[in-house]
């Protein structure tokens, strides 16, 4: 009789919940025997699911495809809304019908697997490109524009250039078709490629900042108004890297600026 250990190795080459592997361990009454059924069952189910929700997510591309593009670029900016730094855009293009375990809205990824995920990415992807614009651009411009800055930045270090671009809420001046998605970075792959590759990009740039100013707890809350932040502000004061266009910051320069 097989040694659980032996039966669990087997169940590991299982790829299908028909598989008759599973009709005849079942006849095995033993009860460590049915767990690894019971858990084996479970890990294929979770890839079936995943591997639908990737499907999914891949409906704009093979629309795109069907067209006959194929070098499509996701484009998507993390750091719109904090007091400090830069807002930083990513554009990427994955190769056709790209599937990355685990690739969803930077926002749902759990911080623990930002970096396994953006290096599945940069492993795969077939260009990436990285636009920053610091906070004086954001004051001179506003953000909105800024934005739109680093996105054109982004998907001009793209090399082929895209055919098409997918992108998150924005449309760009630019002489390439695309398509504006609304919540693109959880419904686009590509885009989701994009979030990723941001917003690991802008992490490391405010974990730099925070070893460059510290006091303001940069490296957990990457320019967020957090209390620790804010508490940082009232104690240090003002650093080059803060959004002088943005509130409370505007207030504080104004008010300093009165004494």
Do not use: W
């Not at 992490?203 to 209390?227: L, S, V």
């Amino acid at each position: 009789m097989a040694t659980i250990k032996e039966i669990k190795e087997l169940l590991a080459t299982v790829t299908e919940l028909e598989s008759p592997v599973f009709l005849e361990l079942e006849k095995d009454s033993r009860s460590g025997v049915q767990k690894e059924i019971g858990k084996r069952k479970k890990a294929i189910q979770a890839e079936l699911d995943e591997d639908l929700r990737l499907e999914a997510m891949l409906s704009y591309e093979k629309e795109l495809y069907k067209q006959g593009l194929t070098l499509i670029a996701g484009v998507d900016e993390v750091g719109r809304g904090p007091l400090a730094g830069p807002v930083v855009a990513a554009a990427v293009i994955l190769p056709q019908n790209c599937k990355i375990q685990g690739l969803n809205d930077s926002k749902k990824i759990p911080k623990k697997k930002h970096l396994e995920i953006f290096q599945a990415v940069q492993d795969q992807a077939l260009s990436i490109g990285i636009g920053i614009m610091d906070n004086h651009v954001i004051d001179k411009v506003n953000i909105y524009e800024a934005t739109k800055l680093a996105m054109k930045e982004a998907v001009s270090q793209l090399e082929p250039q895209p055919e098409h671009l997918l992108i998150d809420a924005m449309k760009l001046e630019l002489p390439i078709s695309q398509t504006s998605i609304i919540k693109g970075d959880a419904n686009s792959l590509s885009i989701a490629a994009a979030s990723i590759v941001a917003k690991v990009a802008r992490d490391k740039i405010m974990a730099n900042y925070d070893q460059e100013f510290p006091g303001y707890d940069f490296g957990q809350n990457a320019g967020y108004g957090t209390a620790k932040h804010l508490e940082g502000i009232d104690k240090h004061g003002i650093t080059p890297i803060h959004r002088t266009s943005f509130e409370p910051i505007k207030t504080i320069v104004s008010e300093t600026s009165k004494r």
